[in-house]
């Protein structure tokens, strides 16, 4: 390998919103994450559905709309 070209590999510290903070390697000293294995929804098992905003009644009125002038047709 060539000389002075590599970064300097050592612990960093990892430290997430939910206050969680633990060392992993890398080249940074110092890692901040919005989110860790401690506060992520499929971890703690506290998964939320996330609301799709009436898509499934939307399809179903515009399927309605196409039937209605297949009819005419």
């Known amino acids: 390998m060539k000389k002075d070209i590599h970064p300097n590999y050592g612990k960093a510290t990892v430290r997430c919103v939910c206050g969680e903070t633990f060392e992993t390697g ?3 000293k ?3 994450v919005d989110i860790c294995s401690k506060c992520h929804p499929f971890y703690t098992g506290k998964q939320k559905l996330v609301d799709t905003g009436g898509r499934v009644d939307r399809f179903k009125r515009r399927l309605e709309k196409v039937e209605k002038a297949a009819e005419k047709a």
Do not use: L
């Open 26 to 28: 890398s080249i940074r």
């Open 30 to 32: 110092e890692m901040r």
